[in-house]
């Protein structure tokens, strides 16, 4: 699904004197190559504030508490995304409210964020799922109507830019107030770990998240508020620091993938291409087709038989998950995330994948071997 190790060999100059100076420093935590990751992170996405954290989770359950959310609260969040989202609500005592998705963006619907607002709600986290903004016009109008708090989930947007009617365009995760993302080592932007961190263009929350990644501490050993222990270290710093200058070519070399496969697929009756947010750019986590025609988990194993792997992100929506039970939700709520866990298949997307590689996935994906 990913390869590494290729991308690795191209920049592994760049990435082994990255680490050899953090090795000769000694500086492993807090060290100054963490703060120069976040000042060129900062300026790439055109944000105030960018704070890392140990991973995207990390960033999710900060960003919750540093917007001072209270046991009871309710946060909107989609039933059709990665586990995290719910789990950091769940863990904080706040009430995961989970909506339905849109079949075409497989992102937040608006319409049903509406109709799930109660007086209780205090906040929204709408995840940009495959690497596209969800429609963030839509949801800042319903923050400010019901006065809500918006965390974007952009573990899978890095660099997604979002356009608003009135000609601003935004980076995923620095519209709403406090943006997470995540460096784990597939993202679009990876480390050799884990890794996460929150953007926010406020000052005073910027603060707060910093505080809180560190035991609540503001001054050394006061502790003004309760806190977690999560932070990057400076070695994947150094990663991301060298890695971050490639992104934009790797984002382009995930169109390029994404273009061949549209094409090789489109008008196919059995397949439907990825769906586009008309006011986001694609950054294309992932590549995830519908397959409508066919057996999805047969196409699957069809596709293992001849060595090409593919994988079904994701099989269960948040609300039928075990650990979710919620005698709120039953199977048939949210419709179309319920489609979508049945015919969702995502393929081989990374920034390595070569003419032949992509030829070879759509000639087997179309039966033509
Ligand atoms: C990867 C991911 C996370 C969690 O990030 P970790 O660094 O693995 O904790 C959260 N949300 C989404 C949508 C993700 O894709």
């Given at each position: 699904m990913v390869d590494l190790k290729s991308q690795y060999q191209h920049i592994k100059e760049d990435i082994d004197a990255g680490i050899q100076e953090v090795i000769d420093s000694a500086?492993?935590?807090?060290?100054?190559?963490?703060?120069e990751f976040q000042e060129h992170l900062a300026s790439y996405l055109g944000v105030k504030h960018v704070i890392c954290v140990g991973n995207g989770t990390d960033a999710l359950q900060i960003a919750l508490m540093a917007l001072g959310l209270k046991p009871?609260?309710?946060?909107?969040?989609?039933?059709?995304?990665?586990?995290?989202?719910?789990?950091?609500?769940?863990?904080?005592?706040?009430?995961?409210?989970?909506?339905?998705?849109?079949?075409?963006?497989?992102?937040?619907?608006?319409?049903?964020?509406?109709?799930?607002?109660?007086?209780?709600t205090k906040a929204i986290v709408p995840v940009h799922l495959f690497?596209?903004?969800?429609?963030?016009?839509?949801?800042?109008?319903?923050?400010?109507e019901y006065n809500l708090k918006v965390v974007e989930d952009a573990c899978q947007a890095i660099g997604a830019e979002y356009s608003f009617a009135d000609g601003r365009t935004a980076k995923a995760g620095c519209i709403g107030d406090i943006g997470c993302t995540s460096f784990f080592?597939?993202?679009?932007?990876?480390?050799?770990?884990?890794?996460?961190?929150?953007?926010?263009?406020?000052?005073?929350l910027a603060a707060r998240i910093s505080a809180i990644a560190n035991h609540g501490m503001v001054e050394r050993y006061h502790h003004d508020l309760i806190g977690v222990n999560s932070r990057l270290d400076s070695l994947q710093a150094a990663v991301l620091d060298a890695k971050l200058k490639h992104l934009d070519e790797y984002t382009s070399a995930r169109r390029g993938a994404a273009a061949y496969y549209d094409k090789a697929f489109a008008g196919n009756e059995n397949l439907l291409i990825p769906g586009h947010e008309p006011h986001s750019t694609h950054?294309?986590?992932?590549?995830?087709?519908?397959?409508?025609?066919?057996?999805?988990?047969?196409?699957?194993?069809?596709?293992?038989?001849?060595?090409?792997?593919?994988?079904?992100?994701?099989?269960?929506?948040?609300?039928?998950?075990?650990?979710?039970?919620?005698?709120r939700y039953k199977e048939g709520d949210f419709p179309v995330a319920e489609r979508l866990v049945k015919c969702v298949l995502s393929l081989p997307m990374h920034t390595e994948l070569d003419e032949e590689q992509l030829e070879y996935i759509c000639r087997t994906v179309k039966g033509e071997w």
């Open positions: 500086a492993f935590v807090k060290g100054k190559k963490v703060a009871g609260d309710e946060v909107i969040t989609p039933t059709f995304t990665f586990i995290a989202t719910a789990e950091v609500v769940a863990l904080l005592g706040l009430t995961p409210v989970v909506v339905d998705v849109d079949w075409e963006t497989m992102n937040i619907s608006i319409d049903s964020i509406r109709r799930s607002i109660t007086p209780r690497g596209q903004c969800a429609n963030m016009e839509g949801i800042m109008e319903i923050a400010r080592p597939s993202k679009n932007l990876g480390c050799y770990g884990d890794g996460g961190a929150l953007f926010t263009n406020d000052d005073a950054v294309y986590h992932q590549y995830t087709l519908r397959v409508i025609g066919w057996d999805r988990d047969a196409l699957k194993d069809k596709l293992a038989q001849h060595g090409v792997p593919a994988m079904v992100y994701y099989p269960v929506p948040l609300h039928l998950q075990k650990a979710y039970h919620d005698p």
